[in-house]
């Protein structure tokens, strides 16, 4: 096993909760903002359905109110994590929540944006920290000699099936064949990897942001279309940090990046088909999601010093394994709309947070 990495002051599991403002879909419904949300206290209020009952009161970490700029939730989600991630922790950033709520807006930014754009989300970011720090480091370690490899693979769980985005050998294809598909094995010192994944080797910031836009294009070039595909897929960015020095030997970090398919998709098991069948695997695995995250935390702990934690439910919660728990630092972000015209998802999401707290 690798020696422990320095000690973190990033608690194990965080969740966030992220507003977006009320869109024009949402106004032309009558929607009204109905969130009443206290960033002191770190709260959320949510009307109820009836006048009599009293509101829903949730609980985060932090709250993001719908004017909350991407910088912000860098600097107080995802910041810490890259450090970790440098001092060899695995860590996890995960966006959950109804299509249209802000998932890719927080991990991504508008479509192919640039590092200077300060709508630019969490990923672009990251690439910036992570190699600014990286210079430091090595500016620090002088005369030591100091290696350093970043490596990025980029995958989609679709109907339970893991799909390499930067494997361009072959196009997505409507069945994704047998061939296509990647398996997730364990090593013997338990670290959890995709076998013949894709990892591309990134040198600077700009060569992460290109494997991204790599997976973007094969993702839309799929059958289905980009909105409609990315909607009932999870995307998976997975960056990984070797360092070696003369003096610490070698230290090696994770950082998964996780987009997850729209949580809405789990409710419309009325439709047949195809779409049941998505439903149903979206459905499987944000609920295996959230048990896992609820296994880790300490509430849940009390009674039993080593909890049944179920990764093996879903590939999503089995790839994150030894990413979700021990050692490792996970963020949970929900994102919701404050709109009335929505609020029953922002119920289900912001509950789907709470349990996970
Ligand atoms: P999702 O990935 O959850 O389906 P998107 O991130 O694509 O949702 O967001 C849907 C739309 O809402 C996009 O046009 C995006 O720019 C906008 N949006 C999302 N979050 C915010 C926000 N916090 N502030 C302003 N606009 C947002
Ligand atoms: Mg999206």
Known sequence: RAPSPAPSSTPSVQVFCRFRPQNSIENSHAGVNCVK??????????PNAQESDPEQIFTFDRVFAPNSTQEEIFDKVVSSLVDDSLNGYNCTVIAYGQTGSGKTHTMEGPPNCDFSDPESGVL??????????????????????????????????????IVDLLDTSSPL???NGDSELLRIREDTSGSVY?????????NDPSGLLKCLGDASQKRSTGAHSM???????HLVAIITI???????????GKLYICDLAGSETVRKTGAGGKRLKEAQAINR?????????????PVD???SSNPHVPYRDSKLTRLLQDSLGGNAKTALIVTCSVSSYNVSETMSTLRFGNRAK
Do not use: D, W
Not at 194 to 202: A, D
Not at 242 to 252: C, D, E, F, R, V
């Open 37 to 46: 949300s206290n960033q002191t206290s770190c709260t959320v209020m949510l």
């Open 242 to 252: 070797t360092q070696k020095t003369s003096t610490t030997g070698t230290t090696s």
């Open 301 to 303: 702990n009390n009674n």
């Open 227 to 233: 909105n409609a595909r990315s909607s009932r897929s």
């Open 285 to 297: 695995s944000l609920s295996a999601l959230g048990n896992v995250i609820k296994a880790l935390t």
């Open 173 to 175: 294809s409507k069945k």
């Open 194 to 202: 995709l076998e013949g994944v894709v990892e591309h080797v990134i």
């Open 124 to 161: 672009p970011r990251v690439a910036t920290k992570l190699f600014s720090t990286v210079a430091n480091r090595r500016t620090e370690l002088k005369e030591t000699a100091f290696e350093c490899a970043v490596t990025m693979s980029v995958i989609e769980i679709y109907l339970e099936k």
